[in-house]
Each structure stands twice: as C-alpha cells, then as structure tokens.
C-alpha cells in the first residue's frame, strides 16, 4: 500500500529544476506533499483533492493524475533553502482516509 | 501561534523500562496521528485517533504498545516494556477533518534511545 518515490535522490546545482514522483497501486482519494529537514519535523506544502488538479506554492508546484494514481512534485528554480526530503502521502479510497507515506526522497542542493 | 506540542523531546532509557510520550495537539483538531521514523523503515503510521476515537492501530505492536486520548488536550503513546528496537523518532501530528484530511501539523518529536 505504500506509495513509490522516485528518484530516491537528487543533487542539483542552485537554480536547476527538479521533478519528484509519487505512485500507487491503488485508487486515490488525495496526495499530501511535505517536506522534511534534517533533525525537524515534517512542514506541508500541498493537498492535491481532485484528479487533474494542480496547485502551486511559490516556486514549487504539483499535479494529481487520478486515472494513474500518480502525483508529481515539480521544483523551479531551486533554492538552497530547498534542500530536505520529500514525502508524499497518499489517502487511498477504501481506507477511512488514513495517510500512507512514501519513503521520501532525497534532496541536495549545491550553491 | 498555534503548534503540536510533545513531551519530552528526548528520552533515553534501559531496556524493559516503561516509557511515555505525551502530545498536545492544536486546540480544534479533530484527529491525531502517532507515527514512528527511523532510516529503515521511514514514516510509520502507528496510530490515529478522530474525535478522541481510535480508528487504526494496526501499526502498533499490541504486546507492548498502547495510544490513548484522555481528553481532547491529551494524546499518549506507552511502550511497556520498551526495547532496543523501538529506538526511533515517534512524531504526534494533528489535522482537522471535515470531508477529507486537511493538512497535518507535525511536533517536534520525541526521541527515543532505549540501550
């Protein structure tokens, strides 16, 4: 039941753009995206609700396809500030809307 | 400014004790999570509670792990007796659901190293 992440991790250079995935094999009723620093707590960043929904937090937005049961986070323009691991979790339909977290992944950016 | 509080921050104890970690969470939220991290396993749903209600535990080990809320301040997670395994970050977070969970507010965690 739990979601894929994808890539596992990634290391880019201040200003370069990012795409993180998250899959499930089952239907979804929504995806939560946080982030996590080193030795903190996880902080939201976005609820995707609707199938072909898309939101947007200043540099970082993400996309919900129901059909595929995919969401993808996108990062532009990356900051150093950027840098963490990433989680998404998914509410799957038949599930009392309990969260499944993904394994994270994990981001570095360099100045 | 609103925030989940838990007690203590860190905890280390010998293996067999008792241990107790408490969570405050933010005043109106209707559902509180308990969830477990560690590099292997990651983010670990233990248990959740909606309106003072458990929904889940499955993810508890039920010999020696219990969750409680014993009012809408309160939320408790006891390991009795603890072991070496259970070392890992245990983190309270509270949402409020209406039809669908909205955000989860994390604490800062509870530490635990059981030796």
């Known amino acids: 039941q739990q979601p894929v992440q994808s890539p596992q991790a990634v290391i880019l250079r201040e200003g370069e753009d990012a795409v993180i995935n998250c899959s499930s094999s089952?239907?979804?009723?929504?995806v939560h995206w946080y982030r996590q620093k080193h030795g903190e707590a996880p902080v939201f960043l976005m609820i995707l609700l609707k199938g072909g929904e898309q939101k947007g937090h200043e540099k970082i937005s993400a996309s919900f396809n129901e059909k595929k049961q995919q969401s993808s986070l996108y990062l532009t323009a990356s900051q150093l500030s950027y840098s963490g691991t990433y989680f998404c979790g998914t509410e799957l339909k038949d599930s009392n809307y309990q969260l499944i977290w993904g394994a994270g992944t994990k981001l570095i950016i360099k100045p | 400014d609103a925030r989940v509080t838990q007690t203590p921050r860190h905890k280390v104890t010998e293996m067999g004790q008792e241990v107790t970690m408490r969570c405050q969470p933010i005043l109106g939220h209707n559902t509180v999570f308990w969830y477990r991290q560690t590099m292997m396993q990651g983010l670990e749903l233990l248990a959740y509670f909606r309106n003072r209600a458990p929904l889940d535990d499955s993810g508890m080990p039920k010999d020696r792990f219990s969750a409680e809320m014993p009012d809408a301040t309160l939320a408790t997670l006891k390991i009795q007796p603890s072991e070496p395994r259970d070392s890992a970050v245990y983190f309270c977070?509270?949402?409020?659901?209406?039809?669908?969970?909205?955000?989860?507010?994390f604490g800062q965690g509870t530490r635990l190293t059981v030796v």
């Open positions: 089952k239907a979804l009723y929504s």
């Open positions: 977070a509270s949402g409020h659901y209406r039809t669908v969970n909205t955000e989860a507010f």
